[in-house]
């Protein structure tokens, strides 16, 4: 589905949505294919339950976002650094 159809569906409510096709532009993520995973009473809600699936399946593309919203902005941030669990300790 896209976001214009779901905005339609869904008008003035909190969503957690997927991105089951995407694609980068410059500095935005672009979500050319999108499922609608829950539909959330607030957006605190919206947020636990973004939470709970992203801990579930960390490999897939999940976002938290409201329909008021025209367009979906979803900047896209460079890692700098490395994460703590995916370090590998230096052997002397």
Same mark, same amino acid.
């Given at each position: 589905?896209?976001?214009? =159809? /779901?905005?339609?569906?869904?008008? =003035?409510?909190?969503?957690? /949505?997927?991105?089951?096709?995407?694609?980068?532009? *410059?500095? *935005?993520?672009?979500?050319?294919? /999108?499922?609608?995973?829950?539909?959330?009473?607030?957006?605190? =809600?919206?947020? !636990?339950?973004?939470?709970?699936?992203?801990? !579930?399946?960390?490999?897939?593309?999940?976002?938290?976002?409201?329909?008021?919203?025209? !367009?979906? =902005? /979803?900047?896209?941030?460079?890692?700098?650094?490395?994460?703590?669990?995916?370090?590998?300790?230096?052997?002397?």
């Amino acid at each position: 589905m896209r976001w214009m =159809n /779901i905005r339609k569906t869904y008008p =003035n409510q909190w969503l957690v /949505i997927e991105a089951v096709k995407a694609h980068s532009g *410059k500095t *935005k993520r672009l979500l050319d294919k /999108i499922a609608v995973m829950e539909t959330c009473s607030d957006g605190t =809600n919206a947020l !636990q339950k973004y939470r709970r699936l992203h801990q !579930q399946h960390p490999e897939r593309e999940f976002y938290f976002v409201h329909t008021s919203r025209k !367009q979906l =902005n /979803i900047q896209e941030r460079q890692w700098l650094g490395i994460r703590r669990g995916h370090a590998v300790a230096a052997q002397r």
